[in-house]
């Protein structure tokens, strides 16, 4: 049965999309794992990354149709052999208002309930509705990885609902790293609530700048305030990588993706490690007080 991973952070641009399909690739291409990748984010930038081709190619073939029907197998799209992918396109972005329309909570006289800032109420099934249609594919996949939006919103607590572990990103900046305080306490919510098997399996710094003094006291803060639940990798900014995006992983169009892999293939194998021997890390108040 699959290890289903969420990679992630509430904030904007910090290689959630990059790490996902590169680690996506690497166990698929490379380690010859079955892998799907589940892209949960309305922008589509997952889709558009592993396939080359625009999100509209994929209208009424994505996450939300698969969801919609509870059953995810008429959306799988092969990429390869072993690596696989539920595409996702703007209209994703109606997933909080279908949430509210059809997964509220009432009080005795059917009143929807709301909380103090008038927002509506899920049911707990709310939180469920990924999960349960990912549950009916576990079985085919060694792996599912997905790809989360920028913004705390509903498609966390769905996605987080719906994985075994997660894998926190942070770009090597200030607003970066204090993103991470902030996801940690959105994974202790999921532990208490929808999920109490969710396991953070580690915290990995993106984007570094070796040159740079900002991003080098931010990588060092990482190390310093989170210890071993850092992977020891770092993933530096580097023009490969960057080409991912337009070139994607054919290694006949993208010559250099051998070079941006390299320190993905480092982090990968860690993270099979800790899968491996069963290493994860509590999300205590101690913990998520650290990022202060
Ligand atoms: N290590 C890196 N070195 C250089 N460029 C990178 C690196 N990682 C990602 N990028 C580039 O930075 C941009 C943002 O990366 P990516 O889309 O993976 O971030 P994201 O967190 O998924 O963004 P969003 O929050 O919008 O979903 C992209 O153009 C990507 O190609
Ligand atoms: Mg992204």
């Known amino acids: 049965m699959a290890e289903v991973i969420t990679i992630s952070n509430q904030k904007g641009g910090t290689g959630k999309s990059t790490t996902t399909g590169a680690m996506a690739y690497i166990l698929a291409e490379e380690l010859g794992y079955k892998t799907l990748v589940i892209d949960f984010d309305p922008q589509g930038n997952e889709t558009e990354l592993l396939t080359g081709r625009d999100t509209e190619e994929f209208e009424d073939n994505t996450i939300l149709n698969a969801m919609h029907d509870g059953d995810p197998r008429d959306y799988i799209l092969a990429i390869t052999d072993n ?17 509210c329309g059809n997964y509220y909570l009432e009080d005795e006289n059917g009143n929807v309930l709301r909380d103090e800032y008038g927002t509506i109420q899920f049911s707990p ?40 572990s997660c894998i926190i990103v942070y770009q090597t900046g200030k607003f970066g790293f204090k993103a991470v305080r902030k996801f940690l306490e959105t994974i202790k919510a999921s532990q ?6 969710l396991k953070l399996r580690g915290i990995l710094p993106t984007m570094a700048h070796t040159q740079r003094s900002e991003s080098k006291a931010y990588t060092h803060l990482g190390k310093e305030q989170y210890k071993d639940i850092m992977f020891d990798t ?23 993706l051998n070079k941006a892999l390299e320190q993905y293939r480092e982090v990968t194998t860690e993270v099979l490690r800790r899968i491996k021997n069963d290493i994860y890390f509590e999300v205590t108040e101690e913990l998520i007080g650290r990022g202060e």
């Open 192 to 197: 208490e609530g929808s999920n109490p098997n």
């Open 83 to 99: 690596l696989f992918l539920i595409p996702a396109d703007e209209h994703l972005g109606v997933f909080p208002r279908y949430l």
């Open 125 to 164: 099934e709310g939180h469920l509705i990924l999960k349960n249609t990912l549950d009916k594919v576990k079985d085919y996949f060694d792996f599912v990885l997905i790809d989360t939006p920028p913004m705390l919103s509903d498609f966390h607590g769905n996605a987080l609902a719906a994985s075994d």
């Open 234 to 256: 770092v993933i530096k900014n580097t023009a490969n990588i960057s080409q991912l995006a337009i070139y994607g992983f054919d290694p006949k169009e993208n010559k250099g």
